[in-house]
C-alpha cells in the first residue's frame, strides 16, 4: 500500500536551533500534505495544510514564521522548527491526499522533537 | 469549535476480551467520524468511517455506529488478539479538503 516516508522519527537539539522534518510520498503523488502535532496527553491537533505549489494555510493560532512548511513538489513536503523552544517538544505527524484518490489520507510515522 | 473526546488513560486487557473505546464529539455540522490505529513505528491508518447518524462502520472485527443523538463513535471489538495492541485514534472532518481533528488517542495493550 501507500507510504508516506517521515524523517526523523525523532531528534533532540538545544534551544534556539531550528530543525527539518521531511515527509515524503513513496508511490504516489500527494497534492496536499497536512501537519499536525500532539502535546502529552493532549489531542493530535491539526497545525497547517500545504498544496504542492502553494503557500500553506495555517490554522489559528499556529505561528506561520515560526513553523515554516514547504511543499515544493508532489513526493515531498518539509516542515521547519525555526529557533526552537522547549515548549516547541511535541510529536509532529503529517498526512499525505493522494492526488488520484482524493478520499484516501496517508500518514507517516511522526516525528518526536524535544527541545532542551 | 469541532473536537473530538476520547476516554482517558491507556487500555489494558487480556487476549479475547470485550474491548470499547468511547468518543464523543462537538459539531456544528454533519461531520463524517473516523477511527484511525496506529502500530508501533508506523504511520495512523484508517481502520473504519461512518459518513452520516446511524451508519455503522466496521473493519477487522472493530465496529462504531455514528450516534448523533449522543453526539457519540465508540469503538467495539468483541475478542481482541494480541495483534491489536496499537494507538486508537478517533477523528471528525473539519469542513472539507480532509482536515481533520483528533482526539488524544488510546494506547490498547492486549495480554496474552
Known amino acids: 500500500g501507500a507510504v508516506v516516508s517521515q524523517h526523523p522519527s525523532r531528534v533532540i537539539c538545544k534551544s534556539g536551533t531550528s530543525v527539518k522534518i521531511e515527509c515524503r510520498s513513496l508511490d504516489f503523488q500527494a497534492t496536499t500534505m497536512f501537519w499536525y502535532r500532539q502535546f502529552p496527553k493532549k489531542s493530535l491537533m491539526l497545525m497547517a495544510t500545504s498544496n504542492e505549489g502553494s503557500k500553506a494555510t495555517y490554522e489559528q493560532g499556529v505561528e506561520k514564521d515560526k513553523f515554516l512548511i514547504n511543499h515544493a513538489s508532489l513526493t515531498l513536503s518539509t516542515l521547519t522548527v525555526t529557533s526552537a523552544h522547549p515548549e516547541d517538544s511535541s510529536f509532529y505527524i503529517c498526512?499525505?491526499?493522494?492526488?488520484?484518490?482524493?478520499?484516501?489520507?496517508?500518514f507517516g510515522s511522526g516525528t518526536q522533537l524535544s527541545v532542551l | 469549535g469541532d473536537s473530538v473526546t476520547q476516554m482517558e488513560g491507556p487500555v489494558t486487557l487480556s487476549e479475547e476480551a470485550f474491548l470499547t473505546i468511547n468518543c464523543t464529539y462537538t459539531a456544528t455540522g454533519y461531520p463524517s467520524l473516523f477511527w484511525y490505529v496506529q502500530y508501533p513505528g508506523e504511520g495512523l491508518q484508517l481502520l473504519l468511517k461512518a459518513t452520516k447518524a446511524d451508519d455503522k462502520g466496521s473493519n477487522k472485527g472493530f465496529e462504531a455506529t455514528y450516534r448523533k443523538e449522543t453526539t457519540s463513535f465508540h469503538l467495539e471489538k468483541g475478542s481482541v488478539q494480541v495483534s491489536d495492541s496499537a494507538v486508537y485514534f478517533c477523528a471528525l472532518t473539519l469542513g472539507g479538503n480532509n482536515r481533520l481533528a483528533f482526539g488524544k488517542g488510546n494506547q490498547v495493550v492486549v495480554i496474552p
Open positions: 498526512s499525505a491526499r493522494d492526488r488520484e484518490y482524493h478520499e484516501k489520507l496517508f
